[in-house]
């Protein structure tokens, strides 16, 4: 009964199209009634919950599409093309974005590993992919009408938010996207921390030695364990961060040089060749025809 209620309580939010805060950290509803096609973004640690419509997200040429029947639970910075292609006034794209708190995250799979009877998994079983599709359970459903209740309230959402944040995070540990979670932000979470680290220097020379060598990995257990995580090789991870960060710099009106210049490239051409052969246009062609609205960003 929980689903009908969240979709009652966005839909009284948002009249207008757009992105509206809650007043709890990290934690937004959003609704859009046009059809966007895909487009370059960067899906940080975070959960998206459709209650009206759906979303579709492109990962290494893989197709996603996600409604009320699953939310997509992000656990590292990836590099995505998403989008709203079915949306419409007739039937809008309803839902809510929670960021995921990596401290908050990390103490409670630390904590679950940790709790009696816990089963752990071997080390060197395979990483679950950063980004997965869940099936709403109770306990989700529950938790998360009870974090949006808070916004009637400034003085409850103050006081109570981080509680409820918590229970949340909980219940998705909890749920079929939590073995990925728990990997990101719980003990053997190598990989995670790379990204992190990544996503950070994305300006910086970097090679797979230096990579492995942080994380204390050879270059082929790096290699192997960052492909089962992200589908990606780590060469493959770090051009898409930094074609698609550049994108969406140059959707804002950035400069293409500077979009260039700010996500590690050094040659103009390179970055336009690059930028071409991945989009199918040139990036001034691309700053000529793309917006990107908030709500497909996330």
Not at 72 to 78: K, V
Not at 97 to 119: D, F, P, Q, R
Request: charged share 20%; hydrophobic share 40%; proline share 5%.
């Amino acid at each position: 009964m929980s689903k009908p209620l969240i979709k009652q309580l966005i839909e009284s939010k948002m009249s207008e199209d757009g992105m509206f805060d809650t007043g709890i950290k990290g934690v937004q509803l959003f609704r859009v009634t046009s059809p966007v096609r895909c487009a370059p973004a960067v899906y940080e640690p975070s959960v998206i919950a459709i209650v009206s419509g759906a979303k579709e997200a492109i990962l290494d040429g893989k197709r996603y599409v996600y409604d009320n029947s699953q939310y997509m639970c992000c656990s590292m910075s990836m590099p995505v093309e998403a989008g709203t292609p079915t949306a419409s006034p007739e039937k809008p794209l309803l839902g809510v974005s929670i960021s995921l708190s990596t401290k908050v995250m990390t103490e409670l799979a630390i904590e679950m590993e940790n709790a009696s009877g816990a089963i752990r998994k071997p080390q060197s079983s395979a990483i679950p992919p950063g980004f997965a599709l869940s099936e709403w359970d109770d306990d989700f459903s529950d938790a998360l009408l009870r974090l949006l209740q808070l916004g009637h309230s400034a003085a409850d959402s103050s006081i109570l938010g981080e509680g409820r944040l918590r229970e949340l995070y909980y219940a998705v540990l909890k749920g079929a996207a939590g073995e990925s979670a728990r990997r990101a932000f719980g003990v053997g979470n190598e990989i995670a921390k790379s990204i992190e680290y990544l996503s950070t220097h994305l300006n910086d020379t970097i090679t797979i030695d230096e990579m492995a060598s942080q994380i204390g990995m050879s270059r082929a257990v790096l290699h192997r364990k960052f492909k089962e995580a992200t589908s990606m090789s780590p060469i493959q991870f770090v051009k898409s961060m930094r074609l698609n960060t550049a994108a969406m710099k140059i959707a804002t009106g950035t400069n293409v040089s500077q979009a260039a210049m700010e996500v590690g490239y050094v040659s103009s051409s390179q970055f336009s060749r690059e930028f071409k052969r991945m989009y199918g246009q040139s990036p001034k062609q691309w700053s000529h025809g793309s917006q990107i609205p908030d709500s497909i960003k996330i």
